[in-house]
């Protein structure tokens, strides 16, 4: 398969709009949250609920963030109710991080307010943008498992 490669110009200059237009929409998409989450708490909630439970320093590997840091969010997130400690039966100096039913319902809420956001926002564009819209998350979603930096 012989792939032409745009120049180098124009894919920097693609490179800056798509960079505003997913910050832009990650930023919008938070708004449409309405969670009392910050950014880092949202996404440490969203990794304990779909690889925990988790220890501390595997959250914190997971996140990219200092163990530190991650002490204080599930702390964050254990007084809103939305994680549990457990003792973690493989090593009782460590514990298990496990998400609770009020943070599954808050994460849930926020993603079906956010899914519904960006489907109102679709629903009166042309089929030949929802097509190039669909082909752009298949290209995103490829490049983001790449799982280089």
């Known amino acids: 398969m012989n792939v032409t490669k745009a120049p180098p110009g124009t894919t920097a200059d693609l490179a800056v709009r798509l960079r505003l237009a997913v910050t832009r929409t990650a930023r919008r998409l938070r ?53 549990v400690r457990a003792s973690d039966p493989a090593d009782r100096r460590s514990s298990l991080v496990s998400v609770t039913p009020e943070g599954r319902a808050l994460l849930r809420k926020a993603r079906n307010r956010k899914t519904a956001y960006l489907a109102h926002r679709m629903r009166d564009l042309p089929a030949d943008d929802l097509a190039a819209l669909e082909r752009a998350a298949d290209v995103l979603e490829r490049m983001l498992e790449d799982g280089t930096r």
Request: proline share 8%.
């Open 31 to 83: 708004q449409e949250a309405d969670s009392s989450l910050t950014p880092s708490t949202a996404s440490a909630l969203a990794s304990v609920e779909r690889r925990g439970p988790l220890t501390p320093s595997e959250l914190a590997a997971i996140e990219g963030i200092q163990r530190p840091t991650t002490t204080r969010v599930i702390a964050r997130l254990e007084e809103a109710g939305l994680v």
